[in-house]
């Protein structure tokens, strides 16, 4: 048999490519170290726990406290100061955001933070910079569930070195020496011991990061699929389930949001309001900012500027503090009109002035930050008679499966047919994976149907913004290299000032993609789109990486947009202020709506309860809207299909209702018009000499007879003891009005007659059916209105 023998590090070059490989680490891929030395079994930790165990060793106190004055950090193409000479501090436990606009350098502090780049930050921190997985080969072979259990760096270390001691200790490898089985055995009993602190055993860890999984959607199938086959929802629920596994000391959340949808933000929600570590959080989820930091880090004029007050209060405080500064700033150049070049004041005038400069450029490029010039006219097809009218793209009775044969679940499986025209404008929702960005494939030719048909206007240009669209950027050309070889035969000088509108400067575009944040290759994938007038615009979850002003401008231009527009976003204000009607899609249904309340209500079981205010379960939230992420039992589809149906039927009846009312107040409308139209015509105005009538004079009716009409001042009237009186040719009347009534009709305060109230009197005084301030049930008195009446609060009808 074999001899065991142990090499020292030393004698080799020590290596750290094992953190670069993905998934389950093989204890083959450790550099070759002694392993009956702890010391070099502790040279594989992570640099965090490194750090840690000097502190430990040293019996010295180590602060969770981020606190480093004259902070300074330069963009990656060290051209630009971001950070210039500030403050970096961050307390223990805080719940912050951080908030500045695209390219202010939020991304690259978070890149720093996570690798350790910043000069006197804290090595020793568990820092994790959760953001959007990116694609990679290799990563992307591994399964949802193993990706998450090999997310915590020191845990995996952990499991490969204990696999390793085991393997030596049992004689795998060779015989042991007697005397080395006792360090290697010490080593092991240190090694499961750190462990205990990783979540513990392996079915431990397994519980907990299955319990996420099946939470977020997750099933046994769903979670043994490779990051490969998942879309960008459910790559993203992944991306948190690894950060929430982890548990770091310090959580920088980088746009966690982007694909979500709405249950799945209500879980995101949930798990930051009892975050027991440190997190600070970049997002355009307004509501999301408002419901879970306390404190608010700004980036400004290169310096970070702390708020510690909610979102809300935050927003109000900035905007007081922009127009302070902007009053100081106008009074002192109001007062150094003509100062001499020598001043020791003109280098803060030039500051001065370049802040306003910079504040007016802001301004108006957040008003033409996005522009959709107007398509072209597209010709008239038969039984078109506006350019609106126009089709665009039509879906006719079409399915669909990724791969039918492999057993994939059906996209559509019930034939589903839309069409597109030129006055389109709708937004799409429903839970990850359910079939949205499927959908806008099909209609752009990227996969085919498995039956149906799709024809699409050969004549019309489409310009789509995918949840990838970022991937066909080559990341070592600069965004002017990528402008050029999309629009080859236009003038160098035109793209770069179509750049520049997308807030793409001159450093910027000349810069490597692989060194811009995605926000900022987003801004150059919107140049490319918004550089050609497009027949049909798509835009597929368009707000990732856009910061909340230029979201706002991303909305003014799509509702300046005169094709036709298809928006899938997680968004809810974009989509309720950028679309006339919703497409609701789940699994087993296709549907349409005119109003975002309706949609929703068809696509979140939970939206009734939200609305009203209601505490609502994330967890059930999740897993009553399952999209693709996982495989929906027959049940599962028989009780959701139900509960839709059920939906479905409650919306019709109230939307039948809605319909029926509006009818009814029509006709009751028409019906009022009608009497007063009648009323009108039977009332006499050409009243002649001798004509017998009735007038009312001193607040009853008196039988009378015209003496003279005259037109525009009045009818003279003479009562029977010959005295004359002056009246409107429209109060006479040709019957007497109070004909029937109680001679003494009573005027008390309530009751049944013509007086202050009464439940039935017809017409007079200030009572009746209608008015006063007595009867049964209303306002001012009768049956519809009063002061008084048995439901009244009035002085009689008691």
């Not at 074999?2 to 080799?12: R, V």
């Not at 060194?515 to 290759?521: A, D, G, V, Y």
Request: with cysteine.
């Amino acid at each position: 048999m074999s001899i065991c023998t142990f090499t020292a590090s030393s004698e080799l070059s020590f290596h750290r490519k094992f953190e670069e490989t993905a998934g389950w680490l093989k204890p083959a891929e450790f550099p070759v170290i002694d392993w009956r030395q702890r010391k070099e079994i502790e040279l594989l930790f992570p640099k965090y726990r490194r750090e840690q165990l000097k502190f430990d060793n040293n019996n010295e106190q180590r602060s969770k406290v981020i606190d480093i004055n004259k902070f300074t950090l330069k963009s990656p193409n060290n051209v630009d100061i971001l950070f210039d000479n500030t403050k970096l501090f961050l307390e223990t436990n805080k719940r912050s955001a951080l908030f500045g606009n695209n390219g202010s350098g939020k991304t690259c502090l978070f890149e720093a933070m996570s690798n350790g780049s910043i000069f006197n930050f804290p090595s020793y921190l568990f820092v994790h910079h959760m953001k959007e997985l990116e694609h990679n080969e290799v990563r992307d072979a591994v399964g949802v569930l193993d990706s998450v259990l090999c997310s915590h760096p020191y845990r995996r270390v952990l499991l490969a070195v204990a696999e390793k001691l085991e393997s030596l200790l049992a004689g795998k490898e060779g015989t042991i020496k007697d005397e080395d089985k006792a360090p290697l055995e010490a080593n092991l009993t240190y090694i499961n011991k750190e462990l205990t602190n990783c979540h513990g055993s392996a079915d431990q860890a397994l519980q907990v990061a299955q319990a996420m999984l099946r939470v977020l959607g997750f099933d046994e199938t769903g979670e043994k699929a490779p990051l490969s086959s998942l879309s960008g929802g459910l790559r993203m629920r992944c991306a948190l389930a690894c950060a929430f596994f982890m548990s770091p000391e310090v959580l920088l959340l980088d746009e966690p949001t982007n694909h979500l949808d709405l249950p799945s933000v209500l879980w995101l929600e949930n798990k930051l309001r009892g975050y027991k570590g440190t997190f600070l959080l970049v997002t355009h989820d307004r509501v999301l900012l408002e419901n879970v930091v306390t404190s608010v880090m700004l980036i400004a004029d290169q310096k970070l500027k702390y708020f510690p007050c909610d979102f809300k209060e935050f927003e109000v405080r900035k905007e007081q503090e922009d127009a302070d500064q902007e009053k100081m700033i106008d009074q002192f150049l109001m007062r150094n009109k003509n100062l001499n070049p020598m001043s020791p004041l003109i280098k803060q005038q030039n500051l001065y002035i370049e802040w306003k400069a910079a504040r007016q450029a802001r301004k108006v490029l957040m008003q033409s930050k996005f522009s959709f010039p107007s398509p072209k006219d597209l010709p008239l097809g038969p039984g078109e008679l506006t350019q609106g009218d126009i089709s665009l793209i039509k879906v006719d009775n079409v399915r669909f499966n990724y791969d039918e044969a492999k057993g994939l679940p059906w996209i559509f499986d019930n034939p589903i047919s839309y069409e597109i025209k030129m006055n389109t404008r709708v937004g799409i929702m429903g839970p990850n994976g359910a079939g949205k960005s499927t959908f806008l494939k099909l209609i752009t030719g990227k996969i085919h149907p498995t039956s149906g048909t799709i024809t699409t206007n050969k004549k019309m240009t489409v310009a789509y913004f995918g949840q990838h669209s970022t991937k066909e950027l080559d990341l070592e050309d600069s965004a002017l290299d990528f402008m050029v070889k999309s629009f080859p035969k236009d003038p160098q000088g035109v793209l770069k000032s179509h750049l520049e509108r997308t807030s793409v400067n001159d450093n910027i575009m000349h810069t490597r993609m692989k060194n811009l944040s995605f926000s900022q290759r987003s801004c150059v994938i919107f140049a490319k789109l918004t550089y050609v007038p497009p027949h049909l615009l798509i835009l597929d979850e368009p707000t990732n990486f856009l910061d909340l002003e230029t979201v706002g401008s991303l909305i003014t231009a799509c509702n300046k947009f005169k094709g036709g527009l298809i928006i899938v976003t997680h968004n809810r204000d974009f989509l309720k202020r950028c679309s006339k009607t919703f497409l609701s899609l789940i699994p087993g249904f296709f549907l349409e709506f005119d109003s975002m309340k309706s949609a929703e209500r068809a696509t979140y079981s939970f939206m009734q309860a939200l609305e009203e205010g209601k505490q609502v379960d994330a967890k059930s939230a999740i897993q009553q809207n399952r999209g693709g992420g996982a495989i929906q039992s027959k049940e599962d589809i028989a009780i959701n299909n139900a509960r839709r149906a059920e939906i479905i039927a409650k919306q019709k009846a109230e939307e039948q209702f809605a319909r029926d009312e509006v009818e009814r107040l029509a006709r009751e409308a028409e019906e009022k018009k009608a009497k007063l139209a009648a009323k009108v015509a039977a009332q006499k105005l050409d009243w002649a000499a001798g004509d017998v009538c009735w007038a009312p004079i001193a607040g009853k009716f008196l039988q009378v007879t015209v003496v003279r009409n005259v037109p525009a001042v009045g009818v003279t009237v003479e009562k029977a003891d010959g005295s004359k009186a002056l009246v409107e040719a429209k109060k006479l009347k040709q019957e007497n009005p109070e004909a029937g009534k109680p001679a003494d009709a009573p005027k008390s305060a309530g009751g049944a007659g013509a007086g202050r109230g009464g439940a039935t009197a017809s017409a007079g005084g200030r009572g009746g059916a209608a008015g006063g301030r007595g009867g049964a049930a209303g306002a001012r008195g009768g049956a519809a209105g009063g002061r008084g009446g048995s439901a009244g609060r009035g002085r009689g009808g008691r």
